[in-house]
């Protein structure tokens, strides 16, 4: 009993980190790039097409003028999901230090957690779609293939505090953060 206690544990701080890291990525990006008032490019980041990734692929002005309401809104999202999941963490916290051990209670948090994740999945899922329908059909090789290229270079089963596993939000928060390097 005590054992699988210690699993259930370790599995849920290792899915907590990976989403931790996943979001406070997303947000530490939109800080950077959106002005907090304005919801405008910030000051020194590149007029027009001001995301790394965006560049890297080559969208047109045109694109990327139907692109950016949904990066702007994609963004936002994730702040919203960051926040929940930071939320979640306490709760699951606050479940595993109660004074009584509640069995029932522990996994009842497990579900909401993976319930959270899966709605955080959901939001980069949607992304990816609803970008698909404005690039071209290289523009979307292009994108598969940094993503698949991503998704390779992590490794799954990486201890607490690693880069995570492979995964789609994964791929594309290391494409915003190797594009912006170039």
Request: glycine content about 6%; aromatic content about 4%.
């Amino acid at each position: 009993m005590r054992r699988k206690l210690v699993l259930i544990i370790l599995a849920l701080s290792l899915a907590l980190n990976a989403a931790f890291t996943i979001t406070c990525a997303v947000q530490r990006f939109a800080r950077h790039v959106l002005s907090a008032k304005s919801g405008r490019p910030v000051a020194g980041s590149d007029e027009g097409i001001w995301s790394p990734l965006h560049r890297r692929l080559n969208v047109t002005e045109e694109q990327w003028r139907k692109i950016e309401p949904h990066v702007r809104e994609f963004l936002r999202r994730m702040e919203q999901r960051h926040e929940r999941i930071s939320e979640m963490r306490r709760e699951m916290l606050d479940v595993l230090f109660s004074p009584d051990i509640d069995r029932e209670a522990i996994e009842e948090q497990q579900h909401e957690v993976l319930k959270a994740f899966r709605r955080t999945q959901n939001v980069v899922l949607d992304h990816v779609l609803t970008e698909r329908q404005y690039l071209t059909d290289t523009q979307e090789k292009k994108l598969k293939g940094m993503l698949q290229q991503g998704m390779m270079d992590s490794r799954p089963c990486r201890p607490p505090g690693s880069k995570g596993g492979p995964g789609v939000g994964k791929a594309f928060r290391e494409l915003e953060k190797d594009s912006r390097g170039r």
